[in-house]
């Protein structure tokens, strides 16, 4: 079964609310390379990360806040949370590797 691996959340200003939410949380920011835009706040005692993303609000692919499942098997996971109920609103598959900040 999946695991949630981020919580993602469209912002304006991602630098400045994942500095808050590291502080708030005890979490730590992690570096990502400079090719990507998110940054990410790493939680403690295997809680999922938080991924910021600057997007622009209020178009037909507004997601503010929305969850990052990690899977070993995407189209099995797929299948068994639309028999759940879920349904498709987007599907991709991105790769973060990342390193701890210092």
Known sequence: MA???FITIACNDAERLAEFWAAALDG???DLPASLDPELVERPSGSP???F???????ERDLPIHLDLATENREETVE???QLGGTVRETKT???E???ST
Request: glycine share 4%; net charge positive; charged share 35%.
């Open 94 to 96: 991105e790769a973060y």
């Open 3 to 5: 695991k949630i691996q």
């Open 49 to 51: 990360d938080l991924l």
């Open 28 to 30: 730590e920011r992690q």
């Open 98 to 100: 990342t390193h701890t």
């Open 80 to 82: 068994q949370l639309r």
């Open 53 to 59: 993303k600057e997007q622009p609000k209020g178009t």
